[in-house]
T-cell receptor, first 112, second 114 residues
Framework: DAKTTQPPSMDCAEGRAANLPCNHSTISGNEYVYWYRQIHSQGPQYIIHGLKNNETNEMASLIITEDRKSSTLILPHATLRDTAVYYCIVKGWNTNAGKSTFGDGTTLTVKP | NAGVTQTPKFRVLKTGQSMTLLCAQDMNHEYMYWYRQDPGMGLRLIHYSVGEGTTAKGEVPDGYNVSRLKKQNFLLGLESAAPSQTSVYFC?????????????FGPGTRLTVT
């Protein structure tokens, strides 16, 4: 699985969009980009994943660059409850028994 | 639909004691995982299972054993607890049939070994 790089921390004003970047320059053609978040001491929560097209669900949008070497998770209207550690993970389709490596992630702080 | 549940939520053990952590999922997922998370750090995979009756080692398996006798349950055992095993333990599951692996996590078990 390809390695990812994320900034250690970011701030965002409440009500504004939060844009969290992730670099994955060694991503392979069959590898997906996954995003999770961990609020305080709770279990991580799956947010979204994508291969090459942009994806949107009720929680967030995922924008993947055309060369697939980086992506951005967008929380369109951040609230205080979105304060959490956000993890970007790259994983191949149907490989490695689904095991995922969670790095240090980005700590997003949403401020009033 | 409870998702992934973990029992107990908190536990304090003395060095050398044993215990079993229970993970249960009601989503009919094939794959299940046990992670540990030490303060200020990311998750590390202990053991995992790709189906009933099968288990495999993860990144940090030493000092732990697991069993998957039923598809919905995944047990993590500590035979002789050590202070280094003080951590938060998370269980997760995923449906591997579609080839993509979004994992669903339980709320965690906070274990302190004195």
């Amino acid at each position: 699985d390809a390695k990812t790089t994320q900034p250690p921390s970011m701030d965002c004003a409440e009500g504004r969009a939060a844009n969290l970047p992730c670099n994955h320059s060694t991503i392979s053609g069959n590898e997906y980009v996954y995003w999770y978040r961990q609020i305080h001491s709770q279990g991580p929560q799956y947010i979204i994943h994508g291969l090459k097209n942009n994806e949107t669900n009720e929680m967030a949008s995922l924008i993947i660059t055309e060369d697939r070497k980086s992506s951005t998770l967008i929380l369109p209207h951040a609230t205080l409850r979105d304060t959490a550690v956000y993890y970007c993970i790259v994983k191949g389709w149907n490989t490695n028994a689904g095991k995922s490596t969670f790095g240090d992630g980005t700590t997003l702080t949403v401020k009033p | 639909n409870a998702g992934v549940t973990q029992t107990p939520k908190f536990r304090v053990l003395k060095t050398g004691q044993s215990m079993t952590l229970l993970c249960a999922q009601d989503m009919n997922h094939e794959y299940m995982y046990w992670y540990r998370q030490d303060p200020g750090m990311g998750l590390r995979l202990i053991h995992y299972s790709v189906g009933e009756g099968t288990t495999a080692k993860g990144e940090v398996p030493d000092g732990y054993n697991v069993s998957r006798l039923k598809k919905q349950n995944f047990l993590l055992g500590l035979e002789s607890a050590a202070p280094s095993q003080t951590s938060v333990y998370f269980c997760a599951s995923t449906d591997g049939d579609r080839g993509t692996y979004e994992q669903y996590f339980g709320p965690g078990t906070r274990l302190t070994v004195t």
